[in-house]
């Protein structure tokens, strides 16, 4: 039986900068911001996406730097969560069979516990990866109720939507933040990638955290724009946005019963209950909700 959840959850965004191609250098950078993270206090650590192979949109580089889920990676972060006793979140290249994926793990002391596909493929990863065919997992931690997605999949309303309605407490993003979206990017502060999740946090009633990497402008390829930012269930910041430049990182604390009561705005003003599913509702699987 999971044991019930901690009232306050430490989360700690590791936002890295990631080199393409650099597996060995890349992964042993993150380890190290792991483990300074567990020092300084965290539970969860998290790391961006693709943040062992760095942001790869050439499919042969991806066949090339990609991991099975029992590979390299996933080891060396599992004995990191069981020293540790925490959860490492974090974005790589995975090998299964003949496809290649961009997938996100949650790992603990016993292994994986939380494995996601991204879904939505954006612009040229459409020719590199396979389309996510895990749907969109929650997974109850002795931390809290976590949902997971990855960086273009927050530009789908469902998304969020689905993992909250699912019970999630907290959405974790990670994420490779880039161009092309939006009509144009500021070039500092908070990018409309971070205003979303801010908004899709409180219209949902979860806390999210969304780590970006920060790369790429000196290798040729799409910058990564940094930038990361963590929020309550009201949308209000609590942390970031980290650096639109270099490496950063942020440590915050979650109250889960803050939460749950969020949910409840007032006696009179529920959005969970209000919800008019006489009229409207999502499929996720099947399922109506």
Known sequence: MTPAPRIVTTVALEQLEV???????????????????????????????LAISGYVIE???????AEPLDGPSVTAFRELAAANAGLVIFGFCERAGEDVF????A???????????????????????????????????RFGDIGVC?????????????????GADLVIAPAAWVAGFDRSVPASGRTGHAESLLV????????????????????????????????DAYGQVLAGPLSRAQADS????????AVREARRRSDTIRPREDRRTDVYSLEYLGARR
């Open 59 to 65: 499919p042969d580089l991806a066949q090339r730097w």
């Open 250 to 257: 942020a440590l915050v604390t979650v109250d889960l019963c």
């Open 200 to 231: 899709q946090a409180n219209l949902n009633q979860v806390a999210a955290v969304a780590v970006s990497q920060v790369a790429g402008s000196s290798q040729h390829r799409p910058p990564t724009l940094g930038g990361s930012v963590a929020c």
């Open 107 to 141: 790992v603990g002391p016993d292994g994986v516990v939380l494995h996601y596909r991204k879904l939505h493929l954006f612009d040229k990863e459409k020719g590199v990866y396979a389309p996510g065919n895990l749907g969109l997992p929650v997974v109850r931690t």
């Open 19 to 49: 080199v393409v191609g650099r597996c060995a250098e890349n992964r042993s950078a993150a380890l190290n911001r792991t483990r300074q993270a567990f020092a300084a206090g965290a539970d969860i650590v998290v790391l961006p996406e």
């Open 150 to 166: 990855i960086c273009y999949d927050l530009r789908f309303v469902e998304v969020m939507r689905i993992l909250a309605l699912r």
């Open 102 to 105: 961009n997938s996100v793990v």
